[in-house]
């Protein structure tokens, strides 16, 4: 069954750092990935996806996420924290012909002043 | 458009009650999916369906869940004989077939708390 896992339930960066959450996934071949972000009492919003084509996928806010095959990894990262990026990011995969989304258990990220 | 919208956006109740959730989703898209996700948890998988025709139900959805959508439009999602072990956030999301991604569209969610 598709899994994912992301490193780190909490993540603390200072303002104006850069912000790196990690996610792997489990599949032999290739999924559709997705990053959301989650702020307090509201919905999940779709921050970026990858498909097929250019591994590097950019999305709103200036992140941009990596897919690596070799490493089963789509890690998402912004090169300059603001303090408006606190929040849960969740990364996510759907194979090929599902239809349902499998999401990871979520990262908070903090932005230290 | 609007977006996904849910009603209730807060629901307390106490166990043994039944409880039931609408789900509107963006006009377009044919497919409307739920998950629930509880505390510390990426959201999970419980049903969706394409039109009015349920197509898949994860295990998580025991018996006590029932959703429909009966015009293939807006969605109910009932839970009968609520147990504390049901207090999460219950999300909908909407996609269109005509997106080649299947990209969903999620709503600001319920949550339920059972005292």
């Known amino acids: 069954a598709q899994s994912v896992t992301q490193l780190g339930s909490h993540v603390s960066v200072s303002e104006g750092a850069l912000v790196l959450l990690r996610c792997n996934y489990s599949s032999s071949v290739p999924p559709y990935l997705f990053w959301y972000v989650q702020y307090p009492n509201q919905g999940l919003q779709l921050l970026l996806k990858?498909?097929?084509?250019?591994?590097l996928v950019k999305g709103i806010n200036g992140f941009e996420a990596e897919f690596k095959k070799s490493e089963t990894s789509f890690h998402l990262t912004k090169p300059s924290a603001h303090m408006s990026d606190a929040a849960e990011y969740f990364c996510?995969?759907?194979?090929?012909?599902?239809?349902?989304?499998?999401f990871g258990k979520g990262t908070r990220l903090h932005i230290l002043p | 458009d609007t977006g996904v919208s849910q009603d209730p956006r807060h629901k307390i109740t106490k166990r043994g009650q039944n409880v039931t959730f609408r789900c509107d989703p963006i006009s377009e898209h044919n497919r409307l999916y739920w998950y629930r996700q509880t505390l510390g948890q990426g959201p999970e998988f419980l049903t969706y369906f394409q039109n009015e025709a349920q197509l898949e139900k994860s295990r998580l959805l025991s018996d006590r869940f029932s959703a429909e959508r009966p015009k293939g439009s807006f969605s109910t999602l009932e839970i009968q004989r609520t147990e504390q072990g049901d207090s999460a956030m219950y999300l909908c999301a909407s996609s269109s077939t005509s997106t080649p991604t299947y990209e969903q569209y999620f709503g600001p969610g319920t949550r339920l708390t059972v005292t």
């Open positions: 996510a995969v759907s194979d090929l012909g599902d239809d349902k989304i499998i």
């Open positions: 990858y498909t097929t084509g250019a591994t």
